[in-house]
């Protein structure tokens, strides 16, 4: 596609509530990336998929927080047993290479999750 | 000490003035350096990067590096109302990253 797509936009979801964030990257892109933006405290780095190598996991906060990513394309993170502390904006971004990053990445609009 | 640091704001300016954002860092690997533009509820959009040290212009923005200060600056000349937004540094290093490192960003606000 033209640009990073996420789904749904918005959320709002139970306490204790599975959710599923969608994310389907530009076309050709063999990096993606998940992020975390809370109100003031920036951009918080999730997981990194890159071509057919095992995901860099280790910005999980908890085992709660899990992602696939299927056919080198569209990835899911998934957000189980939701708690208010999860509320945030779900942004995922994807790169030509792992060596694009040098360039800059391609943001999706996000999807702002609310867990109540 | 966080690897990228950046004054949250907010910055305020009226319309026509020059704004000057700024980030400091403490890895001295860092070579690739990025600022993002953010409008509210939208998702990061790339603005300008530069590699290593020097100037780069676009139009009205300046991003320049100082890698011997460890200091990177955006400046925007005759800002405008639509530049309101919030402003994220980034950076990267060639070789042992494979993401990039964000500044908290800064929000700026440019008065009609």
């Known amino acids: 596609g033209a640009g990073v797509s996420q789904s749904p936009s918005n959320k709002v979801t139970e306490k204790g509530k599975d959710v599923e964030l969608r994310c389907d990257p530009i076309?050709?892109?063999?990096?993606l990336y998940w992020y975390r933006q809370s109100l003031g405290q920036g951009l918080e780095f999730l997981i990194y998929f890159q071509g057919n190598s095992a995901p860099d996991k280790s910005g999980l906060p908890s085992d709660r927080f899990s992602a696939e990513r299927t056919g080198g394309s569209v990835s899911t993170l998934t957000i189980q047993r939701t708690q208010q502390e999860d509320s945030a904006v779900y942004l995922c971004?994807?790169?030509?290479?792992?060596?694009?990053?040098?360039?800059?990445?391609?943001f999706g609009s996000g999807t702002r999750l609310t867990v109540v | 000490q966080k690897e990228v640091e950046q004054d949250p704001g907010p910055l305020s300016v009226p319309e026509g003035a020059i704004v000057s954002l700024n980030c400091t860092y403490s890895?001295?690997?860092?070579?690739?350096f990025m600022w993002y533009r953010q409008y509210s509820r939208k998702g990061p959009e790339l603005l300008m990067y530069?590699?290593?040290?020097g100037n780069k212009e676009d139009g009205r923005f300046t991003a320049q590096v100082d890698k011997s200060s460890k200091y990177i600056s955006l400046f925007i000349r005759d800002s405008q109302p639509s530049d309101s937004a919030t402003y994220l540094c980034a950076m990267s290093a060639p070789s042992g990253y494979s993401t990039l490192t964000f500044g908290k960003g800064t929000m700026l606000l440019v008065s009609p």
């Open positions: 076309s050709g892109h063999t990096a």
């Open positions: 530069t590699y290593s040290s």
């Open positions: 971004a994807s790169s030509p290479s792992a060596g694009g990053i040098n360039y800059g990445y391609t």
């Open positions: 890895n001295s690997a860092f070579q690739y």
